[in-house]
């Protein structure tokens, strides 16, 4: 598709599990970003990637959490020893080149549940 | 932190009139604003920025405007349509390219 792909939409999960989530930016685009949204909340950033390098992981909220983007450019948002308050919608964005002026693209999310 | 703030909530305009959604930042290296507009169960999508070096910036019946000496920006829709009510995320961005995004604004546009 011409669009942000994140898999899967929606993940349940039990506390304590493992959960990867899955994003497949624009074509082309070398900037991608993850944010994390609660109910009533903004994006929260957690990391960007510019080409396969985090180029800034200052967001991510604490070790159980980790990125990746092996080969440019899918990436995947691993969570390790997953805790209620994970629970929230994982958005995947992206952009031609990260640059200031450029608009983010955002994919529809991944709603993760832990129980 | 919050770096990026929209302390109003939710706003309520009658179709025509004009809605005005308010966005304060706290740190002066953001150079690049943006607005995004997001519906229920869809990614935000993009729809005005503007730079630092400039105060203003149109885009038919969508218009920013930027303070700042104020830390302040805004955005200002019209006429208001229906089509309009969503919610509405300002952001701020530096040259390291993170983006930083306000808690949203849900603006329901009565017909």
């Known amino acids: 598709g011409a669009g942000v792909s994140q898999t899967p939409s929606n993940k349940v999960t039990e506390k304590g599990k493992y959960v990867e989530l899955r994003c497949d930016p624009i074509s082309g685009h070398t900037a991608l970003y993850w944010y994390r949204q609660s109910l009533g909340q903004g994006p929260e950033f957690l990391i960007y990637f510019q080409g396969t390098g985090a180029a800034d992981d200052s967001g991510l909220p604490n070790d159980r959490f980790f990125a990746v983007r092996p080969e440019g450019s899918v990436s995947t948002l691993k969570i390790q020893r997953t805790e209620r308050g994970d629970s929230a919608v994982y958005l995947c964005a992206s952009s031609p080149s990260g640059a200031i002026t450029g608009e983010l693209f955002f994919g529809e999310g991944s709603r993760l549940t832990v129980l | 932190d919050q770096q990026v703030k929209q302390n109003s909530p939710s706003l309520s305009v009658q179709e025509g009139r004009i809605s005005i959604l308010n966005c304060d930042y706290t740190?002066?290296?953001?150079?690049?604003f943006l607005w995004y507009k997001k519906y229920p169960a869809e990614g935000p999508t993009f729809l005005i920025s503007?730079?630092?070096?400039?105060d203003k910036n149109e885009d038919g019946r969508f218009t920013v405007f930027l303070n700042k000496s104020a830390k302040h920006l805004s955005l200002h829709i019209v006429p208001s349509q229906p089509g309009d009510s969503a919610v509405y995320f300002c952001?701020?961005?530096?040259?390291?390219?993170?983006?930083?995004f306000g808690a949203g604004t849900r603006l329901t546009v009565k017909p």
């Open positions: 503007i730079s630092s070096i400039k």
């Open positions: 740190n002066s290296m953001f150079d690049y």
């Open positions: 952001a701020a961005s530096r040259r390291r390219g993170d983006m930083r």
